[in-house]
């Protein structure tokens, strides 16, 4: 092809009229630059040509114009420093042609790829009066480097191009690029397919089809990323964007934390894959840990045909035909791709290079080839992987640590009091990041009495947090000193118009006398508590509403008095537990059955079970109000054990086999101890943890309850034949004891973590 071939700007359309913008300033610079890259594009056998204009003030190049085949022509940046690496700044700085052919820095070329897969040449376009910019060619590495009879080809295409912006110079046209290049695709310029290579991408043949396809792909998988809030849609976007169409066995994500590298998630056939990855330390030179560096790796495989040395005549700067090591064993092709952006599109400076996040690992069932383009691809959509990782890590970072902060707010336990059995449950909105205000805790008065609180502040903000953590804080600090609910309710409103905050708060209160049923409620702008009546009857504890706190209004805040029977439950909470507009807590209260001595643990979970969608952070707090009989309080013990106290499992057995001794609950001993020997030992292995162990003696029942910090429920397991799942096992046989020989157990959240519990009936007349 020579000038004769393409565009000329000054040609006229077919009906004789001056072709539309040609005449002006604009439309000519655009048909001069579409002219140059068109004819550099073609006479250099280039996927791409790109020209770079001056900004006007001289301080950086711009892509004017890039023209070529897709997907080449979105790896050319759009803007670089005069004094970057790229080479049309190099050419325009040293006054020569420049060439980029980065060094592999993997010693075997059979395990390494270039991280760009073109080579580029660049040519100054100057005057010795003007500098104008730069003109640049891209082609596949598989082409070989520029010979000088094609550098002197691209020089006179250069000097051509000088020449006509030196015209439209002289005519007064503005030689300047736009914000953004112009693209315009240029047909012929496609690479030709090697031998062997598969049809993945488009229709073998038709020009643009593979390239157009390939971007499809990355453009769906960008939208796709974008709205991925979990990894587990980070996965299944790469299953559908990345390992389905290039036919891949298996996929996995990793990451790269403390020295060692941990799956993230993976897709397919991937066990083999997620052992080889998992916990591997990023020194150990496997191909995943080298990606890590930044290079992708792309390795080819072998048929089972093949055996001896590698044919390094045929191998390729991205992987030659490698054999396997045992003659005769088909190797399968594998590609590392770190997930970090490439800089070959990042057009504004960055303070830091991008880091790289983790390595995107893909298998396959057998020996493949990895073209130019599909890379180039491929790196760019790990990039985009690796965003997508870096902001949900980032998220479920702000997550958890909101979460602890929540925790670390709420009481670690709730007190023991007699004749009152209480349990909390605390469930955070669905928002991520977003903290709340909602807190419940349990205190002791002086007097005996024991007050149930719940609030709730406004908002979800770190603030709403902190005013939570201080108005708690103030509530036990009132409490302690023998404050009644209104009076308490009195003096942290006044406390809260020091603090600084515009946050209101709501509140509940309740002062229980143990002793005879009598609880005094106060409200600050809360709902009412609900009572649960022995016979299943629901009814609210009436008091005045009375105003949030906050408002700093003069008038008191008014109680008012209720007496209970035995056997009721105390129900408070916030607004999350109930709909919007609707507190429909006290309708699915009733409608929940009772059965024979009702289980706190399991009311609360099925209150929690029925609430509506998590928009707000939900609190609830129950009591229920023993009594006795005779008049005595239940028996109650407690003993905790520290983390890393070895003699704790034996502190534990002893500790319920006295105490059960001296309840005269002897009957229960030897099944009690063994259980609690189970329980105790998971809570120190598992949790790594102190552990609280109670046990309380009711009428006709006993209960244990082992306390740690673990967040992860325990789960039961049966027995396996193989060794993987006979080591799972391991750790859950001991619940399947506690369900043979319990009459009813469970596992509850606590404030920081979970409790285990249960109940084992007392035989004889006691238990009747």
Request: charged letters at 25%; glycine letters at 10%; a negative charge.
């Amino acid at each position: 092809m020579d000038d004769r071939t393409a565009p000329d700007p000054e040609a006229a359309r077919p009906d004789g009229r001056e072709r539309e913008g040609a005449g002006t300033g604009r439309g000519a610079l655009t048909a001069v630059l579409h002219r140059t890259v068109h004819q550099a594009a073609h006479r250099l056998h280039a996927v791409a040509a790109a020209v770079y204009l001056l900004t006007p003030d001289g301080g950086e190049l711009r892509a004017a114009m890039i023209g070529g085949s897709p997907p080449s022509v979105l790896t050319l940046p759009g803007r670089m420093g005069l004094d970057s690496s790229y080479a049309s700044a190099r050419a325009l700085a040293e006054h020569e042609v420049a060439f980029l052919a980065e060094p592999d820095p993997f010693a075997d070329p059979e395990h390494g790829a270039l991280a760009y897969p073109y080579t580029v040449a660049s040519i100054p376009l100057e005057t010795e009066e003007r500098r104008y910019g730069a003109l640049t060619v891209l082609r596949t590495e598989n082409r070989g480097g520029y010979s000088d009879a094609d550098c002197d080809t691209l020089a006179r295409i250069g000097d051509r191009l000088v020449d006509l912006l030196s015209g439209l110079h002289a005519r007064g046209v503005a030689i300047a690029p736009g914000n953004l290049p112009v693209l315009i695709p240029l047909f012929g310029t496609e690479p030709p397919a090697e031998d062997g290579d598969p049809v993945v991408w488009g229709v073998p043949g038709l020009p643009g089809s593979a390239g157009m396809s390939l971007l499809y792909a990355l453009q769906r998988l960008t939208d796709m990323l974008n709205r991925a809030t979990t990894m587990e849609h980070v996965i299944g976007v790469a299953e559908f964007c990345v390992m389905a169409p290039l036919g891949a066995r298996a996929l996995a994500l990793a990451s790269a934390a403390d020295g060692r590298m941990w799956v993230l998630g993976h897709s397919g056939a991937s066990a083999r894959l997620v052992r080889e990855l998992h916990g591997i330390a990023v020194h150990s030179g496997t191909s995943a840990a080298r990606a890590l560096l930044g290079r992708p790796l792309f390795v080819r495989g072998a048929p089972a045909t093949l055996s001896g040395p590698s044919d390094r005549s045929r191998s390729g700067p991205y992987g030659g035909d490698r054999r396997s090591e045992r003659e005769g064993k088909p190797e399968a092709a594998a590609a590392y791709l770190p997930l970090v952006g490439s800089r070959h599109v990042v057009d504004l400076p960055m303070a830091d290079a991008a880091p790289v996040v983790g390595v995107c690992c893909l298998s396959f069932d057998g020996p493949r080839t990895f073209p130019p383009e599909e890379r180039a691809v491929l790196s760019m959509m790990a990039g985009r992987l690796g965003s997508a990782v870096q902001r949900i890590e980032l998220s479920t970072g702000r997550q958890a640590l909101a979460e602890s902060m929540q925790k670390r707010l709420l009481p670690a336990v709730l007190a023991e009091a007699p004749r009152l059995t209480t349990t909390a449950r605390y469930r955070s909105a669905q928002t991520p990041g977003e903290v709340g205000g909602d807190w419940y805790d349990v205190l002791m008065m002086p007097d005996d009495r024991v007050l149930l609180v719940l609030g709730d502040v406004e908002g979800h903000t770190w603030e709403s947090a902190a005013v939570m953590g201080q108005l708690r804080t103030a509530v036990a600090a009132y409490a302690t000193e023998g404050h009644g609910p209104a009076a308490l309710l009195g003096r942290t409103d006044r406390l809260l118009s020091r603090l600084g905050t515009e946050l209101l708060t709501t509140c509940c209160v309740l002062a229980v006398d143990t002793g005879t049923g009598a609880v005094e409620v106060a409200l600050a702008g809360h709902p009412a508590p609900l009572a649960r009546l022995p016979d299943g009857t629901v009814r609210r504890l009436w008091a005045p509403a009375n105003v949030p706190l906050g408002l700093h209004v003069r008038d008191p805040y008014r109680p008012r008095e209720h007496t209970v029977p035995p056997g009721t439950v105390l129900v408070l909470y916030s607004d999350g537990v109930h709909e919007r507009d609707d507190d429909d807590v006290r309708e699915r209260l009733g409608r929940l059955d009772r059965p024979p001595g009702i289980d706190l643990e399991h009311l609360a979970d099925r209150l929690l079970e029925s609430m509506p969608g998590r928009r707000d952070d939900a609190a609830l707090l129950l009591a229920r109000y023993e009594g006795t009989e005779d008049g005595t309080a239940p028996r109650v013990a407690h003993l905790h054990i520290h983390r890393r106290d070895l003699s704790g499992v034996r502190q534990a057995r002893g500790f319920v086999s006295e105490c059960l001794h001296d309840w005269r609950l002897a009957e229960l001993a030897e099944d009690l101890v063994l259980i609690t020997s189970e329980l105790v030992t998971n809570a120190l292995v598992h949790a790594g943890s102190d552990v609280d162990l109670r046990l309380r003696a009711f009428g006709d029942r006993v209960r244990l309850e082992v306390r740690d910090s673990g967040s992860d429920p325990p789960v039961p397991t049966a027995y396996s034949l193989t060794e993987e799942g006979s080591a799972q096992a391991e750790h859950g046989r001991g619940l399947y004891l506690v369900d043979a020989l319990a009459r009813i157990w469970g596992t509850s959240p606590s404030g920081r973590g979970k409790t285990v519990w249960l109940e084992m009936g007392i035989p004889g007349p006691a238990g009747r």
